[in-house]
């Protein structure tokens, strides 16, 4: 009776044994399922967050380039000669302003305004008075131009004539009266006689007359 009491234990023992063994081998299976199931689940939530959280494209170079490239510029367009009067065309003095025929009457004719010199009296440079006399208004200068006989002067000559001669006092006219005349825009003029007036009391005088533009 005691040998049987003794080994008991032992068969007891190898039973526990193999049961834990058993155990842990379905234990084991189980997990190398769930581990091959659970791994491609984790790989592809893996992939989708890289894709979703990764950095925007940026565009290259070259195609920034492409865009600068294309894109259109635009240049001010100016007009010349806008919003300038005829005494500030900046043309240098001594060039030629106007030239051709000029009647002077008893109306004052405003000779930086031409080809058309009419217009208010008190804006007027040269007018003609009785006797055949010619007068200037508005600081403009009168010389007779006294050089050879035949000889018209230039620009220069009648500029030098009007800074040594040149007054605002009345010039009894001739046929063969030569001006030179500073306006008051400065301008200067050649005015040569032309025809008179029919009578002292006609005051119609024509002039060929030649406008530069002064300093």
Avoid at 74 to 87: A, D, K, L, V, Y
Avoid at 135 to 164: F, H, K, M, V
Avoid at 175 to 182: E, H, I, Q, Y
Wanted: glycine share 8%; aromatic share 6%.
């Amino acid at each position: 009776m005691s040998t049987l009491a003794d080994e008991k234990p032992e068969t007891n023992s190898w039973f526990d044994r193999h049961q834990r063994s058993a155990w842990i081998a379905a234990a084991a299976s189980i997990a190398t399922a769930l581990i091959a199931t659970l791994v491609p689940i984790f790989a592809d939530s893996g992939d989708d967050k890289d894709t979703a959280g990764g950095p925007a494209s940026v565009p290259t170079s070259s195609a920034f380039a492409s865009s600068t490239a294309s894109t259109p510029t635009s240049t001010p367009t100016t007009t010349p000669g806008q919003n300038e009067s005829p005494s500030s065309s900046g043309s240098p003095a001594g060039s030629e302003r106007w030239k051709g025929t000029l009647l002077v009457d008893a109306e004052p004719k405003d000779l930086d305004a031409l080809p058309d010199p009419d217009g208010a009296d008190d804006q007027g440079d040269v007018f003609m008075v009785l006797n055949y006399e010619f007068g200037g208004q508005n600081s403009t200068r009168i010389a007779q131009w006294a050089g050879a006989s035949g000889a018209l002067p230039g620009y220069q000559e009648c500029s030098d004539a009007i800074d040594a001669l040149g007054s605002r006092d009345n010039v009894k006219l001739s046929k063969k009266t030569v001006l030179c005349v500073r306006t008051s825009a400065g301008n200067v003029v050649r005015l040569k006689v032309s025809k008179l007036g029919e009578t002292s009391i006609d005051t119609h005088t024509t002039f060929d007359a030649v406008i530069w533009n002064g300093s």
